[in-house]
């Protein structure tokens, strides 16, 4: 499943296939992003981060791509689990401060 | 061991009274944040101490007030509390206050005005 575009903000995915989560940002002198997962009642859970000297990270079944050129970042999660459902939000740092995206809820279809 | 920890989980209280919230991280960092989450789960930051003194004041009531008695707590104390307060509060915490940290959160206190 796919959020396509800028940003929607529901994704519904099948147990078992790939996740793309979208998010566009704001200023072009960001300098690093995060992508956080958050959990009913829980607070943000980092999930993982990138600097704007990179285009992709890639972490335990997630991967973080980064297109500049356009303000774009994207989260991918391989092999999506019951366990991803949550929303996630993107932020990017810029001058000390976190500014956070408006999240995309994530639910997973057995 | 939770890493930052907030106190109350949840808070429920009357318009005009004065309440404060509470956080503490062990994980050493220099920097510490508040952030309000509202109903539409945007998260906004509020303030931010680093090592006690304070870096970030966005623009927020100065019914609001932080303190920071070390650099391991950083607590919020609310004024003449409003309806338009209830909300989610995250305290956050971050190794320093360098561009290239991740910020790790508590699980926040909700705050419901009656």
């Known amino acids: 499943g796919e959020s396509v575009g800028l940003h929607l903000p529901t994704l519904s995915v099948q147990e078992g296939d790939n996740s793309i989560i979208n998010c566009a940002y704001s200023n072009s002198a960001s300098d690093y992003f995060i992508w956080y997962k958050q959990e009913s009642g829980k607070g943000p859970q980092f999930i993982i981060d990138i600097r704007s000297n990179m285009d992709k990270r890639q972490g335990q079944r997630v991967t973080v791509l980064l297109n500049k050129t356009v303000k774009h970042l994207s989260l991918q999660i391989a092999a999506t689990q019951p366990g991803d459902s949550a929303v996630y939000f993107c932020a990017e740092n810029i001058e000390y401060k976190l500014s956070f995206g408006a999240g995309t809820t994530v639910t997973v279809r057995a | 061991d939770t890493a930052v920890s907030q106190t109350p989980k949840y808070l429920v209280t009357q318009m005009g009274n004065d309440k404060s919230i509470k956080c503490e991280q062990n994980l050493g960092h220099d920097t510490m944040y508040w952030y309000k989450q509202d109903s539409k789960k945007f998260l906004k930051i509020m303030f931010s101490?680093?090592?006690?003194?304070?870096?970030i004041n966005e623009t927020v009531p100065n019914r609001f007030s932080p303190k920071s008695p070390d650099k391991a707590h950083l607590n919020l104390h609310i004024n003449s509390l409003e309806l338009g307060d209830s909300a989610v509060y995250f305290c956050?915490?971050?190794?320093?206050?360098?561009?290239?940290?991740?910020?790790?959160f508590g699980d926040g206190t909700r705050l419901s005005i009656l």
């Open positions: 956050a915490s971050s190794q320093d206050r360098r561009s290239n940290q991740p910020q790790h």
């Open positions: 101490y680093n090592n006690k003194e304070l870096i």
